[in-house]
C-alpha cells in the first residue's frame, strides 16, 4: 500500500506535463487552423515549400514534447532518456527550420515590394529563436536533473507557441495585447500555480521564464519593429535578397 501511494503521489505532478503538451498542441491547433491547417485539409493552401517543412517540424516538436512527457509519466525513464538524445538534435532542426521560414518569407515580401510587411514579420520570428535556443540549451544542460529540466522544456515550449496565438481569430482587431500576453504565458502559469499549490513555492525557471516572455512579447515587439533602428536593420538585410 505505501508502494502504492508512493507512485500516486509522485505520478501526479508528471501527469500535469502531459495536460500541459496537450494544452501546447490545442493552441497550436486554434491558432494555425484558419491560415494553415484548415486549409490543408480542404486542399486549398499555397505556401512556400519552405513553410510546410517549418509546420511539419513544428508539429513534430509539439509531438515528441508530448511523447517525452508521456513517458515520464508512467514512469519510463529509460525510454525518455533514449528519445531525449534524439530530441537534442530535433531542437537544432526546430531553430534551423524557424530561420529559414524567417528569412525565405522575408526574402518572397522584400522580392514583391512589401518591405513594410517584410520589415514587420521579421523580427516575432527571430525572438522566439533568439528565446527558444538558449532555453532548450539550458534544458539540455540540465537533463540530469529533471525538477529543472522539466521546467525549461516547458518554458522552451511555450516560447514556440506566440506565432499560434497571435493568429487566434477571436481576439479581433486591434488586438488587446494582453490578453494575447496571457493566453500565451497560460501552460506557465498553469505550472506555476500547480507548483505553489503543491510546495507553496514557484520555480525560479517559470517566474525568470515570464519575464522574459513579458519583456519581449507582443507589447514590445509592436512598437519596436516599427522603429528607424529596426527598418535600418532590415533594410541591411534586403541589400542581401
Known sequence: M??????????????LYVALA????????VGFWPTYFGQVLAGT????????????IYVGWLALFLTQATLAATGRVAAHMKL??????????????GLVAAFGMFALRVR????????????GPLLDMLVFAPVLAAAIYYRRKPELHKRLMILATTALLIAAVGRMPF??????LLLVQLVW??????????????????????????????????ATRVPLRDTEAWG??????????
Not at 4 to 12: G, P
Not at 112 to 123: I, T, Y
Not at 171 to 176: A, E, K, L, S, V
Open 22 to 29: 496537450l494544452l501546447a498542441i490545442a493552441m497550436a491547433a
Open 232 to 241: 535600418a536593420i532590415t533594410a541591411w538585410l534586403a541589400t542581401w535578397v
Open 84 to 97: 531525449g538524445r534524439f530530441a537534442i538534435g530535433y531542437g537544432v532542426l526546430v531553430v534551423l527550420a
Open 2 to 15: 505505501a508502494t502504492t501511494a508512493t507512485f500516486v503521489r509522485t505520478a501526479a505532478p508528471r501527469r
Open 185 to 218: 504565458s497560460a501552460p506557465i502559469l498553469i505550472a506555476m500555480a500547480h507548483d505553489f499549490w503543491r510546495q507553496r513555492r514557484i520555480s525560479a525557471v517559470y517566474a525568470i521564464g515570464l519575464i522574459v516572455l513579458a519583456v519581449q512579447g507582443p
Open 171 to 176: 481576439f479581433g482587431q486591434p488586438r488587446n
Open 45 to 56: 493552401v499555397d505556401k512556400p515549400v519552405f513553410i510546410h517543412f517549418h509546420a511539419a
Open 112 to 123: 514583391a515590394g512589401d518591405m513594410l510587411g517584410a520589415q514587420r514579420s521579421l523580427l
